[in-house]
């Protein structure tokens, strides 16, 4: 028995079969109806639709047939799909040289008839199965019939383009969604990098403190004065600057590093709670009052919490650089959050000189320069809030300073 | 023996450098801010003051042009994160003696209060006391 020759190409053409990902999935009326009208229009008592992978057949949809699949070695639509435009007629495969001893003749099921219609893929033009009507008997196909089974075909197969424009949509989806993750990334260690004049400077302090106090030790010790209560105070004062110096470092690792991309219910009081510990020692350094003005019970929202912290502390750093100009006294960021209907509200607003250009203008990536206090990240903090289905919106009245209002929808 | 003073916000920072100095046998005294310094009146008991570049309220720029002002000629040594060459030519304009790097390497700063006690000792003497 030969076994149908291999297409030419065959890497391709399971390729396209596996981009539909179709493979072993249940079953679905759409393709049930499709082969049991084709066994009843050409009055057979079995018809399938077969879909051809390596080393089997795989049946989609099966009338009057148990199995969910055969070895490819034996099926007549491996032979099929060799002239995908073409449909292969097999009148009594007894005395076909290609089937006569094809398991499948000899045996069960008795195929005599066979007649398949071969399916293909839209994008790579791929011959990946058939639309088949079989019998146990000897018989002829009728020209309507053929007919019928040919507009039958051409259903399961718009069927089939359907599923591959839908899996090239969400691998698209997940393409773009990949890249906004990475953009989120990018922008928290550009965030990071603005704040490493801020860092090193935190980092010194402990660092002041570690030298200092070892040097103080070592004096100690060569001066014979050691002190038992003494000496055990500065070793808690030099335990104390390193474990605030590893304190600064875990801060930072965990605000670039980088994670799942999930969402999950969070509270956006704690993500705001979070942001001025995060930026507490930029505060205390600018001389900026920080206004908390949050509601009094957790607001709940479906979010990726790191990607809603990047939000908060590039605001917060925008407002801060917005406010370098401002009297020390009067620096002043005000943050609220509250629920309004449906949504959670955050407003941000400092006391610095408003924005330099027009409210829209502010989201738009590089129209503005960094002597504006505003730069890419704005635009990263909008598709951000976008992802998460909300809106960001900037005001500003000169001289008045200016607020940012976030709405994101309230976590059912 | 002359007192240095150390002007300085970070209580960790403070309190170490207080503990250098008091083992490298030098007498000491803190103060938290600028304004705390200045409320503490009579400052010919320094031979030396390090100030804090940053500090809340006023800062340690503002701190060195009133006590110019008030012709204060203590010897001040202006410990400071990163700052620009031009800031750091204010603080020298602004009469501090010295510009340290924080962190700053303890033997240094023990050796630049050594020559600043020297130094305020010979601004501070009379001249020609002896011919006197």
Redesign the interface.
């Known amino acids: 028995m030969p076994e149908a020759p291999l297409p030419l190409d065959e890497p391709v053409r399971l390729g396209a079969l596996r981009g539909l990902d179709i493979l072993d999935t249940p079953s679905e009326g759409a393709y049930d109806d499709i082969v049991k009208l084709a066994a009843e229009l050409c009055e057979t008592p079995i018809a399938l639709i077969s879909l051809v992978d390596e080393h089997r057949q795989w049946f989609k949809a099966a009338h009057g047939l148990d199995a969910k699949e055969t070895p490819r070695a034996f099926a007549f639509c491996a032979h099929a799909i060799h002239a995908p435009t073409e449909p292969l007629i097999v009148f009594n495969a007894e005395q076909d040289p290609r089937f006569s001893d094809n398991p499948l003749v000899t045996g069960e099921p008795n195929i005599r008839f066979y007649a398949g219609i071969p399916l293909v893929t839209k994008s790579d033009q791929q011959p990946i199965g058939t639309l088949c009507v079989i019998s146990d008997e000897a018989r002829e196909l009728s020209d309507e019939q053929l007919k019928t089974l040919t507009v039958l075909a051409n259903h399961a197969e718009k069927l089939l383009h359907l599923r591959e424009a839908t899996k090239q949509l969400m691998n698209q989806q997940f393409e773009l969604q990949q890249q906004q993750h990475e953009l989120a990334r990018l922008g928290r260690l550009s965030l990071a990098g603005e704040l490493v004049a801020e860092v090193s400077h935190e980092m010194g302090q402990p660092l002041y403190a570690i030298s200092a106090l070892s040097a103080t030790l070592e004096v100690m010790n060569e001066q014979r004065g050691w002190e038992y209560g003494r000496t055990s105070v500065l070793i808690g004062r030099l335990q104390e600057a390193c474990s605030h110096a590893g304190q600064i470092l875990t801060r930072l690792r965990q605000f670039v590093r980088n994670v799942p991309p999930e969402f999950e219910t969070c509270d956006v009081n704690e993500i705001l709670g979070t942001t001025v510990e995060f930026l507490d020692f930029q505060c205390r350094r600018n001389e900026v009052d920080i206004q908390l003005n949050l509601a009094s019970s957790p607001l709940k929202v479906h979010a990726n919490s790191a990607h809603l912290q990047q939000v908060a502390v590039n605001l917060f750093i925008n407002a801060f650089e917005a406010m370098g100009d401002v009297e020390p006294s009067e620096r002043a960021l005000r943050v609220t959050s509250r629920q309004e209907d449906e949504s959670i509200v955050v407003e941000i607003s400092d006391s610095g000189p408003g924005l330099k250009v027009s409210d829209e203008a502010a989201f738009t990536a590089f129209r503005t320069t960094k002597a504006d206090g505003l730069g890419m990240g704005l635009s990263i903090c909008s598709r951000i809030i976008e992802n998460h289905s909300g809106s960001i919106s900037a005001s500003s009245r000169t001289g008045e300073g200016a607020t940012f209002r976030i709405e994101l929808p309230k976590a059912g | 023996m002359q007192r240095v003073g150390i002007i300085d916000d ?1 209580n ?2 403070r ?3 207080q ?2 100095l008091e ?2 046998g030098f007498d000491v005294e803190t103060f938290a801010s600028a304004e705390e310094f200045l409320a503490s009146q009579d400052f010919s008991r320094f031979g030396c003051l390090i100030v804090d570049f ?1 500090l ?2 006023l800062n340690g720029l503002e701190l060195l042009r009133i006590l110019k002002r008030q012709q204060v000629l203590t010897p001040t040594v202006v ?1 400071s ?2 700052i620009t060459e031009s800031e750091e030519a204010d603080f020298i304009a602004a009469g501090a003696s010295a510009v340290l790097h ?6 240094q ?2 050796g630049t209060i050594k020559d600043m006690l020297t130094l305020g000792g010979d601004l501070q003497d009379p001249p020609y006391s002896e011919a006197g």
């Open positions: 970070d960790r920072v309190f170490s450098v503990v250098l083992v490298s940053r809340p309220g410990s994160g990163f924080k962190p700053v390497e303890p033997n700063l023990v």
